[in-house]
C-alpha cells in the first residue's frame, strides 16, 4: 500500500458519518428533508403518493381500513393488475423498445427482454397456465432458479390473478413438498436444471422427489429445459415440456385481470420460531405500490437506470426488488444466474462495467467475500457508472460499509443499508439517499411515514444509546395481511408481544434487537427469536433442530448460530448420540445429511459436535446462548447456573480441537 493509500485508509477508518454526494443529490428523486414531516402531519393518506405511481382500473376509496385491526386494508376499493402495471402501461407509455430484464446465465449466455417482448412472454404463458386450467385465486408454485422463465412466470400468474409462490431453488425435496402441501398448491413450474460454478445441476430429479411428498394431486407441471444436452430426462404422464407447451399458445393475447387492491398477489414462506414455515401473504395494491415507492425513494430508481439486485427472486429480496418494485417504474433489471466468482472472482465487476449498471443491491455477506478477495477484482473494472449502491438481509459492519464505499462506490456513491423483512414487504429502516447522513452500520431512521421505534420489554422506547427491540407502531401498505390459512398465528407471531388489545393499540413486532443514537438512527443487532442469519438467509434453527433429531442414532440436538467470518452467522449443531451410537464420522454425515434433506445446502452445519450431554439450566432448559458463545469462540460467562456446568468446558475443548 502506498503511502497515500494507507492515510487514506486510516481516513475513512476513523470516520463515523458521511454526506451524500452533491453529484448525487443533484439528480435523486427525494431531496427535500421536509418529506419526513409531510409524511407524518399527512398519515395515511401521505401513501396515496405510492399509490399514485401505479396505474389503477378502478381508483380506491379508502387509504386504510383500520376496521377490523391488525387486519389492515389497503388502498380498499380500488382495483388493478399487477402485470399491467408491470409491462402493459410502460408498453402503452412508448417503452416497448425499452430493456425491461437483462439475463445472463452463468457460463456467459445473455437473454434480453424489451418491455414489449417480456409482455409478449408473459402473455404467452399466462395463456397456458389458463389452458392448464389455472384459475383466479390458485396458487401456482414455481420451483425456479434465476431463469428468465422466473419472473415471466410470476407476472403470467399476476396477469392471471393466480397467487404464485415461489420456492426457493436451493431448497430441498422436503422443502418443496412442505409448500405445495400448505398453499394446497395443484401447479408446479419446475426446470430440468441449472449451473453452479460450471456445474449441470439436477433439478427435476429433486423436484420429483418433492413430489412423492404432495399430499394432494398435483395437476399439472411445466418443466422448463434450461439444459438441454447437458442433463437428459424422460417426463412423466403430467409433467410438460416449457418451450413445447407454450408454442400451442404462441402470440394468445390475455387480458390482465382486475384485482381487488387486497386481492392476494403471492404468498412467500419464511422461516419462524417453531417448525413450521410460515407463508407470508401480501397483497396487490398495498404491496405493489410500496415496493414502487420504496424503489424510487430509496433505490432512486428512473426508467432510464440500468440497475442491478444479486440477490436470488426466491427470496423477498428478489421479489420486491428485481421484479415488482423496479419493473412498476419501467426500469431496466438485471439478472444473474450463478456465482460472483464464477470464472473468476471479477465476475459481478465484469457485468456492471458492461452493462453500465447505475444502482447496485447486494448483501452484506457477499461484501465480506469481495473484501475477502481483496480490491485488485474491482479494480481490474470501470465501475465509474455506479451512482446508488444498496446492501440488505443482516446487519453491514462498519469495515465491510467502508469498503464497498471505497472500493466499489469509488467514496462516490452513497450507501442505503435497507432493513426489511419478508413480512415488512419492502424496505423500513434505511436513509433516504439524497437527504439524510450516512452512519456505517447504523442502518438510519425509519422511512417516511414509517412508525419504527426501538423499545425495551415493556414497549416504552429506550434512551439513546440503549439496546432495546424493533417494533412498528403503525401500519404500513406493504405489510403481510396475514399468514396464509393461519390468522392465529400471525396475531401470536407478530401483534401479542407488545399490542394492548384492550386500549386497541396494535404494535407489529418484527423480532429484531437494536439501538437508537440521538439523531433517531437505528442499528440492528439481530433476531432475538430463534431465527439464524446465514449469509442473509433466514433459517429456523428449530427446523434445522428437528431434521437432527429425526436422524437414527441420535437422542437429542441443539441448533445455534455462531458468528461467521463471511457468512456472518453459520449453524452448529450440537447433538447428544443414543446409547448404542458413536457420535462417529459416520453420524456427523447422517446429521449432516439430513439438514440437506430437509431445508438445502444454505442451512448445512459449519459442525457437528457430539456431546455426553447439552448444558442446560436447573429447569432443564438447553442454555442456547452459551452454545452460541462456545460457537462464536466468545468468552463464556458464568456458568454457575447450570445443572452440569462441567460439560461446557468439554464441548469448548472439542469445538477447539475440531
Ligand atoms: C431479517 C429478515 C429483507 C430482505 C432480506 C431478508 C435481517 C434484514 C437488515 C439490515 C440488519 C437486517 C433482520 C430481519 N435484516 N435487513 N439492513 N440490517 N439486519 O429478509 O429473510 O425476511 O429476514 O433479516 O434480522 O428481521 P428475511
Known sequence: MSQEDATLEARLAEQEAFEPPESFVEQANVTDPGIYDEFEENWPECWERAADLLSWDESYDTVLDDGNEPFYEWFTGGELNASYNCLDRHVEDGAADREAIKWEGELGETRSYTYGELLEEVETFAATLRGLGVEEDDVVTLYLPMIPELPIAMLACARLGAPHSVVFAGFSADALATRMNSADSEYLVTCDGYYRRGDALDHLSKTNEGLEGVDHEVSDVVVVDRLGDDLDHSLADNQRDYDELVAEYDGESVEPVSRDAEDMLFLMYTSGTTGQPKGVKHTTGGYLAYTAWTSRAVLDLEPEDT????????????????????????TTSVM???????????????????????????????????????????????????????????????????????????????????????????????????????????????????????????????????????????????????????????????????????????????????????????????????????????????????????????????????????????????????????????????????????????????????????????????????????????????????????????????VETD
Open 307 to 330: 440497475y442491478w439486485c444479486s440477490a436470488d427472486i426466491g427470496w423477498i429480496t428478489g421479489h420486491s426488488y428485481i421484479v415488482y418494485g423496479p419493473l412498476a417504474l419501467g
Open 336 to 654: 444473474y444466474e450463478g456465482t460472483p466468482d464464477y470464472p473468476d472472482k471479477d465476475r459481478l465487476w465484469e457485468i456492471v462495467e458492461r452493462e453500465g449498471v447505475d444502482v447496485f443491491y447486494t448483501a452484506p455477506t457477499a461484501i465480506r467475500a469481495f473484501m475477502k478477495w481483496g480490491s485488485d477484482y474491482p479494480e481490474q473494472h470501470d465501475l465509474s457508472s455506479l451512482r446508488l449502491l444498496g446492501t440488505v438481509g443482516e446487519p453491514i459492519n462498519p469495515r465491510a460499509w467502508k469498503w464497498y464505499y471505497k472500493h466499489i462506490g469509488d467514496e462516490e456513491c452513497p450507501i442505503v443499508d435497507t432493513w426489511w423483512q419478508t413480512e415488512t414487504g419492502g424496505m423500513m429502516i434505511t436513509t433516504l439517499p439524497g437527504v439524510n447522513t450516512m452512519k456505517p452500520g447504523s442502518a438510519g431512521p425509519p422511512l417516511p411515514g414509517v412508525d419504527a421505534r426501538v423499545v425495551d420489554a415493556q414497549g416504552e422506547e429506550v434512551d439513546a444509546g440503549q439496546a432495546g427491540y424493533v417494533t412498528v407502531n403503525k401500519p404500513w401498505p406493504g405489510m403481510l395481511r396475514t399468514l396464509y390459512n393461519n390468522d392465529e398465528r400471525f396475531l401470536s407471531e407478530y401483534w401479542q408481544e407488545y399490542s394492548d388489545e384492550d386500549a386497541d393499540e396494535w404494535v407489529y413486532f418484527p423480532e429484531d434487537g437494536a439501538k437508537i443514537d440521538d439523531d433517531g438512527y437505528i442499528t440492528i443487532l439481530g433476531r432475538v427469536d430463534d431465527v439464524i442469519n446465514v449469509s442473509g438467509h433466514r433459517l429456523g434453527t428449530m427446523e434445522i433442530e428437528s431434521a437432527v433429531v429425526g436422524v437414527d442414532g441420535i437422542a437429542e440436538a441443539a441448533v445455534v448460530g455462531g458468528d461467521h467470518e463471511v457468512k456472518g452467522e453459520a449453524v452448529y449443531v450440537y447433538a447428544i448420540p443414543e446409547d448404542d451410537y458413536e457420535g462417529d464420522a459416520e453420524l456427523e454425515e447422517r446429521a449432516m445429511d439430513a439438514v440437506l434433506d430437509s431445508i438445502g445446502p444454505i442451512a448445512k452445519p459449519e459442525d457437528v459436535v457430539f456431546t455426553p450431554e447439552l448444558p442446560k439450566t436447573r429447569s432443564g432448559k438447553i442454555m442456547r446462548r452459551l452454545l452460541e458463545d462456545i460457537a462464536s469462540g466468545n468468552e463464556l460467562g458464568n456458568t454457575s447456573t447450570l445443572r452440569n456446568p462441567e460439560v461446557v468446558d468439554d464441548i469448548a475443548a472439542q
